[in-house]
Nanobody, 127 residues
Framework: QVQLAESGGGLVQAGGSLRLSCAAS????????MGWFRQAPGKEREFVAA????????RYADSVKGRFTISRDNAKNTVYLQMNSLKPEDTAVYYC????????????????????WGQGTQVTVSS
């Protein structure tokens, strides 16, 4: 299992941007599909975006499509989430997650499908 640590959260006004980073430990990062999830108070953890091990395949939740971009740098063991045009409803704790996978296509998007998790980073969007 990789160890994951998120950073980059904070407070931003509606319409603003943030970039989240997730640093992974270990030499097997390039064999992991990675995902971003979020959880708002009183709500279940929900899928945001995912990327295959090579970066060749990505998937997004409909609610963030066109505004968020997931990317990865395997040389730096890091996955990113660029968030633009932020809305108050994007307010949540954002979690990075990893799933060991040799498939170069994103096929799973449920939290239970990911075995490695970071501690989360708070994103607050004010109106």
């Amino acid at each position: 299992q990789v160890q994951l640590a998120e950073s980059g959260g904070g407070l931003v006004q509606a319409g603003g941007s943030l970039r989240l980073s997730c640093a992974a430990s270990g030499r097997t990062f390039s064999s992991y599909a990675m995902g971003w999830f979020r959880q708002a108070p009183g709500k279940e953890r929900e899928f945001v975006a995912a990327i295959s091990w090579s970066g060749g395949s990505t998937r997004y939740a409909d609610s963030v499509k066109g505004r968020f971009t997931i990317s990865r740098d395997n040389a730096k063991n890091t996955v990113y989430l660029q968030m633009n045009s932020l809305k108050p409803e994007d307010t949540a704790v954002y979690y990075c997650a990893g799933r060991r996978s040799t498939l170069d296509i994103v096929v799973v998007t449920k939290p239970a499908d990911f075995g490695s998790w970071g501690q989360g980073t708070q994103v607050t969007v004010s109106s």
